[in-house]
């Protein structure tokens, strides 16, 4: 099983609607990570946090709004969807925001989110 | 110069079969190449992985080949197997100052027959 847990594995939200995906992880990373994926394509990145500071936000849509109220936990609320949101929501970690060489990303198993 | 190409998009390998996937780079900066697999409604999950000092690195029955003069790499899957059926995805690292960017290839589709 993955070391970074995500809930809820499935949503189905309206348009006007206000939910959150939670993710957590127990590694001692010091940044997480927000990707979008749908159908078919590679993940794209949406948010970095690194030391539980906002550090990259790659143009997302105020929409979608992230938080991170500690250093295990992160959370992407979601408020106002569009159908074209729909997709599977990835989150992901590493032991430091920079470095390099085997400083990797593991992913949890992602939320699918559905947006009627 | 951020892009990773993939190629093929889709794979079919009968049992027993050797696989090949190939990814080709511009960015000399990218420090790491892994290669992730992933199954339906799951998160990509690190496979195997590389520096690029590197020319060649063997796990069980997947290898990547690196060559760096090309800015090419490349995963063969040996004795392929009905499990190893995903999406498989070439990747490469770059570290910016505040943070580690992940740059994906397209993805490889790739079934195996019994």
């Known amino acids: 099983d993955t070391e970074v847990t995500q809930t809820p594995k499935h949503l189905v939200m309206g348009m006007t609607n206000k939910k959150s995906l939670k993710c957590e992880q127990h590694m001692g990373h010091r940044a997480m990570y927000w990707y979008k994926q749908k159908a078919k394509k590679p993940p794209e990145l949406m948010f970095v946090y690194s030391y539980e500071k906002l550090s990259i936000n790659e143009s997302v849509p105020s929409r979608f709004s992230p938080e991170c109220p500690n250093s295990s936990l992160l959370n992407l609320h979601l408020h106002a969807l569009q159908p074209e949101d729909s997709a599977l929501y990835l989150c992901a970690s590493s032991q430091q925001a920079g470095g390099s060489g085997a400083n990797v990303l593991t992913f949890g198993a992602g939320s699918r989110l559905t947006v009627l | 110069q951020q892009q990773v190409k993939q190629s093929p998009q889709s794979l079919i390998v009968q049992k027993g079969g050797i696989s090949i996937i190939n990814c080709a780079y511009e960015n000399t900066a990218f420090d790491y190449f892994p290669w992730y697999q992933q199954f339906p409604g799951k998160g990509p999950a690190l496979l195997i992985a590389?520096?690029?000092?590197?020319s060649e690195k063997k796990e069980g029955r997947f290898t990547i080949s690196f060559n760096k003069s090309a800015k090419q790499f490349s995963l063969h899957i040996m004795d392929s197997q009905p499990g190893d059926s995903a999406t498989y995805f070439c990747?490469?690292?770059?570290?910016?100052?505040?943070?580690?960017?992940?740059?994906f290839g397209s993805g490889t589709q790739l079934t195996v027959l019994p």
């Open positions: 590389i520096r690029p000092d590197v």
């Open positions: 990747a490469a690292y770059i570290s910016s100052g505040s943070a580690r960017q992940l740059t």
